[in-house]
C-alpha cells in the first residue's frame, strides 16, 4: 500500500496573490486604481469627520466649533434617545432591564459560558415577566410610569423583544396549523397568514391605533402601546409562520414516518423530531425575518409613539442645535447595526453549533 | 384470490410449529390510491414467532401492504388486527399498534439531529416512559447486540449506510417491540455492506421475533423465513415455505420471478 501524504501547502505570497486578483488584465488593473483613488480620497476625510475634527465634550451647542461631527449633541441628548420622557427618578428601572437584557443575551456569543443555556431561557421567560412589571410600575410600590412616557431605544427594544418573543412561537403553530390535515384548523391559520401576510405593516399600526378604538365597546380601551404590540406581533407571526412552513417542508416523509412508527403522538413528533430540524434549517430565514422586524419597528412613528428614530427627529428639529442632522441619523443607523449586526452574528453561530454537519 | 389459495394460507400457519397464537391478522383488506387499487382483497395471518418474507416484483405493493400494519398507509376496506386490537381510525388503538410494532425502513430515517444512544432512546423515554437511565442501559445493550456499542455518541450522519441500518434496526428494538417490519432493508446499501445488516437479522430471527420482510434477498428468505409470499399486481400470488416456494412454484407469475432474479 502507498504511504497517505500530507496535501501540498499553499504558500501564502502577496505580491503573487496581488499579481493573479488585482493586476492580471487591462481592465481589473484599470478597476483597482480607481477603487484604491476612490478609497483614499474618501476614508481620510471620513475619519476626519467621524474622529479627529469631530467635538465629543463641552457644554452647550457653541462648543462644536470644528469642522467635524458635533457628538456633543448625542452627548447632551442621549438621556432622551434612551429613554424617552421617561422620568429620571425612575430610570434605573430600565437600566436593570437593558442590564438583564445583556446579561442574558451577551453570553450567548461565547461558546463555552456557564449556564448559557439557562440565561437563554430566562430571557425568553422571566426577562418579560420582569419587564412587565418593572417598566410600567404600578405596583410593588413603584411609581406608576404611563407608557406615552416610554421612548427612545428603550421603546424600540420593547417593540423589537416583544414582536420577536410573541411571534416566534405564534408562527410555529400557525405554521403547523396550516399543515394540519384538519380543515377547519388548516383554513383558519391559511386565512389568517394570508390576511395579515397581505397587509403593510403601516396600515396595521393605524389600525390599531385609531380604527381599533371605534369598533370596541366604551371604556374598554387599552394603551396604544400595547395595541400596537398586538399589531406588530400578530403581522411578524404570519411571516414567520411561512418561514418555519418552509422548514416543515423541506424535512422528509421518512422522518414523520420514522417517528410515528416508533409510536410518537403528533404533538411529541413535532417537538422531537421534526420542528427542532425544521427551525435548524430556517435560522437564516428566521433571523432575517427578525432583522427586518427591528427595522420596522421604527413605524410606529406614525401613531405617535417616539421610538429611537422618532426621538432623535424630534430632537434635530430643535432649534438650539443647528446642523447635527447627519450626527443625528449616523448615532441611529449605529445603534441598529448594533442590534442587527448582533442578531445576524448569533445565527451564525447557532447554524454552526446545530450543524450536526449531515442530512438525510 | 381463490377459496383454495385461502385454505393453503390456513394451512401454513397450522403447520408451522410455533402456530399457537395468531399476532396479525389481515382479512379481505383494499386499499386504493385514488382510482388506483394498489392492494387488492388481501388475507394474511402471521402467528407469533412467525417470520415471513415478502417479495414482488416492483409496484407489486409488497411495502405498501407492510406499511399498512403499522397504519403508515390507511386501508380503505377489511380488517387489520395486530395484536388483538384492530387498525382503525382511533389515534388511541393507532398509538398502541405502533407501540408494538417496529419498523427499519430502506432509507433508515434514522433522526440527523441526535446521536446515535438518542436516536435509541427517544421513544423508550416519550413513549414507554422509560427513565433515562434504563433507556440508555437497555439502548447500549441492543448496540452491543448489532455490534456498534462505540459509535453510539456519533451523529447518523457519521456512519456508514450498513452502519446506519444497523441502528435503525437497534432503535426500533429498544421499544421491545412484538413484531418486527422490514421494508427493503437493505436495497438502499452497498454491497458490502449488505451482509452485515442481514447478519444481523438472522441473528434476530433466531430469537424469536415475529418478523414481516420485504426484501429481494432470496438468501435470506431461504434461510430465515418459516414462509414465503410472492405478491405481484397487489395481489397475494403464492405463500408457501421457502423449499417448496423455491424448488417447486406452482403459480406461473411466481416461476417467471423466479428465473428473472436468481438467474440474472
Aim: aromatic letters at 10%.
Amino acid at each position: 500500500m502507498s504511504e497517505s501524504m500530507a496535501p501540498p501547502k499553499r504558500a501564502f505570497a502577496p505580491i503573487r496573490w496581488m499579481r493573479e486578483n488585482l493586476f492580471n488584465t487591462w481592465y481589473n488593473v484599470l478597476l483597482t486604481v480607481v477603487v484604491v483613488y476612490m478609497i483614499g480620497t474618501s476614508v481620510g476625510p471620513l475619519l476626519n469627520w467621524l474622529f479627529l475634527d469631530a467635538t465629543f465634550t463641552g457644554a452647550d451647542p457653541k462648543d462644536c466649533i470644528g469642522d467635524g461631527a458635533c457628538w456633543l449633541f448625542i452627548n447632551q441628548r442621549l438621556n432622551f434617545f434612551m429613554y424617552g420622557f421617561y422620568p429620571d427618578a425612575q430610570q434605573w428601572r430600565v437600566d436593570i432591564m437593558f442590564l438583564l437584557l445583556a446579561v442574558a443575551f451577551v453570553p450567548q456569543f461565547i461558546e463555552r459560558f456557564p449556564a448559557r443555556r439557562w440565561l437563554g431561557i430566562f430571557g425568553m421567560t422571566g426577562l418579560p415577566i420582569i419587564g412587565y412589571i418593572l417598566i410600567p410600575g404600578g405596583w410593588f410600590g413603584l411609581e406608576e410610569v404611563q407608557s406615552h412616557k416610554w421612548g427612545g431605544l428603550m421603546l424600540t427594544l420593547i417593540l423589537a423583544y416583544v414582536g420577536i418573543i410573541g411571534s416566534l412561537p405564534l408562527g410555529v403553530i400557525l405554521a403547523l396549523g396550516r399543515r394540519s390535515e384538519m380543515p377547519i384548523i388548516r383554513g383558519f391559520c391559511v386565512i389568517f397568514i394570508e390576511v395579515w401576510r397581505a397587509v403593510p405593516l403601516i396600515t396595521v399600526l393605524f389600525m390599531a391605533s385609531v380604527m381599533l378604538p371605534l369598533f370596541l365597546p366604551e371604556g374598554m380601551n387599552f394603551e396604544k402601546l400595547l395595541r400596537a404590540l398586538i399589531g406588530i406581533t400578530l403581522w411578524q407571526s404570519a411571516y414567520m409562520a411561512e418561514v418555519i412552513r418552509g422548514g416543515l417542508q423541506a424535512i422528509p416523509r421518512g422522518q414523520y414516518e420514522a417517528a410515528s412508527a416508533l409510536g410518537l403522538g403528533y404533538w411529541r413528533k413535532m417537538r422531537l423530531i421534526i420542528l427542532p430540524q425544521a427551525l435548524t434549517l430556517v435560522i437564516p430565514g428566521i433571523v432575517n425575518t427578525f432583522i427586518g422586524l427591528f427595522m420596522d419597528t421604527t413605524l410606529v412613528l406614525i401613531i405617535g409613539l417616539f421610538d429611537i428614530l422618532g426621538t432623535v427627529q424630534s430632537t434635530i428639529t430643535d432649534p438650539s442645535w443647528q446642523n447635527v442632522a447627519t450626527e443625528g441619523y449616523v448615532f441611529v443607523a449605529f445603534c441598529f447595526w448594533v442590534f442587527c449586526f448582533g442578531m445576524s452574528r448569533y445565527s451564525q453561530n447557532l447554524e454552526r453549533k446545530l450543524d450536526t454537519g449531515h442530512k438525510t | 384470490m381463490t377459496e383454495q389459495m385461502q385454505s393453503e394460507q390456513g394451512q401454513a400457519v397450522v403447520d408451522s410449529a410455533k402456530a399457537d397464537k395468531t399476532i396479525i391478522h389481515v382479512e379481505a383488506m383494499n386499499k386504493w390510491y385514488g382510482s388506483f387499487h394498489v392492494l387488492k382483497n388481501l388475507n394474511l395471518d402471521v402467528a407469533q414467532g412467525e417470520r415471513i418474507v415478502i417479495c414482488g416484483p416492483s409496484g407489486s405493493g409488497k411495502s405498501t401492504f407492510i406499511r399498512c400494519i403499522n397504519r403508515l398507509e390507511e386501508h380503505q376496506q377489511g380488517k387489520i388486527v395486530v395484536d388483538g386490537v384492530e387498525l382503525t381510525d382511533d389515534v388511541r388503538q393507532i398509538d398502541s399498534v405502533r407501540r408494538e410494532v417496529g419498523m427499519v425502513f430502506q432509507h433508515f430515517n434514522l433522526f440527523p439531529h441526535m446521536t446515535v444512544l438518542e436516536n435509541c432512546c427517544v421513544a423508550p423515554i416519550w413513549v414507554r416512559k422509560t427513565p433515562r437511565k434504563e433507556a440508555e442501559a437497555t439502548a447500549m445493550e441492543y448496540l452491543k447486540r448489532v455490534k456498534i456499542p462505540e459509535q453510539a455518541n456519533k451523529y447518523p450522519g457519521q456512519l456508514s449506510g450498513g452502519q446506519q441500518q444497523r441502528v435503525a434496526i437497534a432503535r426500533a428494538l429498544c421499544m421491545k417491540p412484538k413484531i418486527m417490519l422490514f421494508d427493503e432493508p437493505t436495497s438502499a446499501l452497498d454491497p458490502e455492506m449488505i451482509k452485515e445488516v442481514l447478519d444481523t437479522m438472522v441473528e434476530l430471527a433466531s430469537s424469536g421475533m415475529t418478523m414481516l420482510c420485504v426484501t429481494h434477498e432470496m438468501g435470506f428468505a431461504k434461510t430465515v423465513a418459516d414462509r414465503v409470499i410472492f405478491m405481484d399486481g397487489g395481489e397475494i400470488v403464492e405463500s408457501a415455505p421457502p423449499h417448496e416456494f423455491f424448488d417447486n412454484p406452482r403459480e406461473p407469475r411466481t416461476q417467471q420471478f423466479l428465473k428473472q432474479i436468481l438467474h440474472h
